[in-house]
Nanobody, 119 residues
Framework: QVQLVESGGGLVQPGGSLRLSCAAS????????MSWYRQAPGKERELVAG????????NYADSVKGRFSISKDNGKKTVYLQMDSLKPEDTAVYYC????????????WGQGTQVTVSS
């Protein structure tokens, strides 16, 4: 069955770094756009970063530009989010999503991984 499993979250001090991973199975990973979203307590889920199916194009939320980097390894069926210069406001549950924009309704979500930025 389809699975997206995030890992790499944890507690980090402000200014620190984390690398999130999302391992996919059960679907043709190379055909899917991959995205990272996050949801902080009391807030709506928001898009953090996205990458096209072949990895040729990336987009980022303004709040993370220059600090976060998304990458996709189709051979390993994994998408990554490198997070540097972390701030307390980056604290949230981070989710990965797979979708195919040309096929609305075809999307999969992971279960999320907690990132806490605190001293």
């Amino acid at each position: 069955q389809v699975q997206l499993v995030e890992s790499g979250g944890g507690l980090v001090q402000p200014g620190g770094s984390l690398r999130l991973s999302c391992a996919a199975s059960g679907f043709t990973f190379s055909l899917f756009r991959m995205s990272w979203y996050r949801q902080a307590p009391g807030k709506e889920r928001e898009l953090v970063a996205g990458i096209t199916s072949a990895g040729g194009s990336r987009n980022y939320a303004d709040s993370v530009k220059g600090r976060f980097s998304i990458s996709k390894d189709n051979g390993k069926k994994t998408v990554y989010l490198q997070m540097d210069s972390l701030k307390p406001e980056d604290t949230a549950v981070y989710y990965c999503k797979a979708d195919r924009p040309r096929y609305p309704g075809t999307e999969y979500w992971g279960q999320g991984t907690q990132v806490t930025v605190s001293s």
